[in-house]
């Protein structure tokens, strides 16, 4: 046996064939034109017909049309497929038998010889003779040896189309590297990679991708040849996991896909029709991924293994551009952030004014940032309160109308979270954060959220709170930024605070300094009133607030009497305290308790909100006025936002309450000490004009013009009680109008007299149609009834109306008229004796006159003249006469004639009657 194949030169005209074979071989400008050239030499040379297969992984060449190709996958021929597996001819007997070498008596019908050069199989030729009859050995041989030479032509033709083709690509890697070395901007950047590569390979698609966050990558660039509808890059979005991108992503891992179409992982999208095969590969830095570059075909088996190659230098430096890009910009951003860090606190720290300064912290951020918006809250750890400041943004108008606040304690939400711990929240995801929590009066475009407590002195002051309309926009570079920034804006705010404090302290003290001024003065209760309740509307967020006084009096039927108000309307609010059920209870229930109280959103509505109709949640603060240990009133103020009083508004309104207390307390005593004055001067002079007066009439008159002089009331009516006739008859009045008369007379039964002559003090009642009742009625004038007694007896009674003042009465008037009616009483009884004791002395008088005018008369005619002369002397009469009944039966008319006599009646009177004719007639 010998080998498969002698390596012996051929005949000398068979050997130069061979030679110019393989040199025109070499000269062919193409693999097609090669196969062909080398196929058709063969048939011509030795008469064989014949195919040719270029090998993988050398073939196909890149910018080349692809030629037929043998590879693990190919359905090819056995004795191709044995060739290609271990580089060794195969040959095929008569008996069909492969063989891999052949023996002199060996009968060969086909064989499939290797063309290698060097170690590289390049190819394999498969041939058999046209007529199907056996192979001679010996043009096996020769075709062995043209093979050989062959392999080199088609290796040397493929190291220059490789060494051109890769000068090509790397002169274009070097001009892409060179033109993306210098850019920064990660936009650009992209922008330039992509339009680049698709321009220079003319592929059909290119696109750079980069996170997005950390499940979704974006399409920050793309081109392509045929412009694919897509209105923004940044609407290719890919998460991680999903399609060949988000594989590549996942994995670290490049992707090639020769066709599409039926790849398990692809993802087809509307905006690519016509994409065929696929490549990605991941931008590594390290064992970070920034991205991923995707280039798609609209032809299949498009990527040859070099274009590979130059990709993945190309991914290569793309990736170290990106992080470069990725480096400026957050070298820039730092710088810029610190510039920011350092212009803001710079800024901040001239600033002493809290709501300018607070305007400046959010419109610089945002205006260096251009975040969704930028909002402060103030922490008040004594209210457990999260409140609201300023901020930027479309619904910011929205945050103060409705003065939003937050509980610390309240479980959901990132804020609370801030306050209790004390650490910055990042939230890059806000529509999937249980823990975040929106206003339910707007609509967020918000999708990500920063929040950074700001501390001061061991103690959280405020919250600095950053939205972003972008998902995963916060990074721990943004955290360490505000957080650097954090302790500015803390302290700043900190000094504007103690400024303002201090301002408002200053304010305070001049405030209760004027009112220390007008307490000291001589200003009324009601001026200094009005005045305390403008000071704290000045020092204090106060939309309404008022003074209510405890009665001095017993006869009144409200608890609290409102007496000073700014704000509101005095009759508004008096209804709203005596009309709503709950409006009363809440200030009622501060006075009972004896301390200042900051009204919750838990506790019965005050007649202040119920007045203004403010919401449920408003501020309203109690402060009971107490002087010398006794309560005396309350003053309230009220503000239509929630939570606007705390411990220092809890001091700065005890402070101004114990000054009404005091002015209150001192005005009291001393219109006690001028209300008893007034009554023992009232008492005083009604005494002295009741010695004046002489007759029960003219003291009734007296009276009643007396009592509205002294105590001011509107009228006035006097009873005198007739006991023969059991009535009471009126005697004077005053202040009536002549159609309003109170009735002439009533019976003693009436229940008005009945229940006052019960009493020993004044009685609440009516006067309704000229009568006494003791319920109101709709027309009733108000005013009391007393009963004038003497000794418990009855002696009359005692109207006194008060239409101005709805019928009330204080204590002190009161104990005067009682005093009046006690004096009248008295003074009534005193005029009754004396004129008693008149009547009888007058009448013993006019007796004893009689007896001596009629001792010294003789006879009867002179006794009756003597008599009929005293009558108008002594009896004050016009007219007088005597009929004298005779002996005889007759009467005689006897008169003087000295008196003046009215004129009688024709025939009246005759000298004398019988007693059966005797007149009988009325003057």
Partial sequence: MKAPIEKHLPEKAGWKCFLETANTLLKKNSLIEQSDFFIGSITEIFGFKCQYWFAHPFYPLPGEDNPALVNMSSDLDPLVMDTYSDHLPRFQSNLGTILTTISSDSQIFKASIPLISGNDLLGILLVETSDSKELEHRKLEDLSALASLCAMSFQIYRLNILKSWRLEQLSIVREVSDQIATITNLDKLCEKVATAIQVKFQYYYVAIFTYRNETELVCRSCASMCKPNIAHPLEIRVKTGQGIIGWVAEHKNELFVEDVTNHPIYRYHESLPETRSEVALPL?????????????????????????????????????????????????RRTEQIS????????????????????????????????????????????????????????????????????INYD????????????????????????????????????????????????ITGILDIQSDQPGAFDENDRLLFEALSPG????????TLFRSEQFRRQVAESVRDVAGILSGESSVEELMDRILEKLQDSLPCDVASIWLTPIDTYSDRFLNLAAIRGAGTQKLKAAYQTADTAGHWIIEALNTGETRIRSINDPRGPLGEAMDFSNDYSAIAAPLRAGGVTVGLLTLAHHQPDRYGTEARLITQTFAGYAAAAIQNSRLYASMREQAWVSTVLLKVAETSKKVRTQSELAETIVNLIPE???????????????????????????????????????????????????DPVPAYQTNGDFVLSPSKDASAGVVLALKNHEQ?????????????GAFSNDTL???????????????????????????????ALLQVAQTVAGKDDLRSVLDGILGLLPILAGINTAAFFCLTRTGKVFLRFHPALDLMPMPAGHLEPAFSPMTFPCWTW
């Fill in 340 to 407: 920011t860090v350092y212009e803001i606190s710079h800024s901040l720290s001239s600033i002493l004014d809290l709501d300018l300064l607070l305007d400046k912290v959010v419109h610089t951020i945002q205006e260096k940032f251009n975040y969704l918006q930028v909002n402060i809250y103030t922490v008040h750890s004594g209210r457990e309160k999260i409140i609201f400041r300023t901020g930027t943004g479309e619904n910011i108008q929205e945050y103060q109308d409705a003065f939003l606040t937050f509980d």
């Fill in 794 to 806: 009855i002696l009359g009674l005692l109207w006194v109306g008060n239409e101005n003042r709805d």
């Fill in 815 to 845: 104990q005067v008229l009682k005093g009046i009616g006690n004096q009248t009483a008295t003074a009534w009884e005193n005029l009754r004796l004396l004129e008693n004791q008149q009547q009888d002395a007058f009448i013993a008088a």
């Fill in 489 to 496: 804006i803390a302290t700043s705010i900190r000094n504007a």
């Fill in 412 to 459: 959901e939400g990132i804020l609370p979270r801030v306050a209790r711990e004390g650490k910055t929240i990042i939230s890059n995801d806000v529509l999937h954060d249980p823990q975040y929590r929106f206003p339910d009066f707007v609509t967020s475009k918000a999708r990500s959220e920063m929040s950074v407590p700001l501390i001061t002195g061991g103690e």
């Fill in 284 to 332: 590594i830095i390290g064992e970070r991924v920034l991205g991923v570059l995707d280039v798609q075909s609209n032809k299949p088996h498009s990527f040859h293994e070099m274009d590979l190659v130059v990709l993945r230098t190309l991914a290569d430096n793309i990736a170290i551009a990106i992080e470069g890009a990725h480096l400026f910009s957050g070298l820039s």
């Fill in 710 to 760: 002294l105590i001011g009331c509107s009228n006035c009516a006097l009873y005198v009680f007739n006991a023969s006739m059991n009535m009471l008859e009126r005697k004077a009045t005053c202040g009536f109008s002549s159609d309003a008369l109170p009735a002439k007379a009533f019976s003693s039964n009436h229940p008005a007299f009945v229940f006052a002559s019960r009493m020993t």
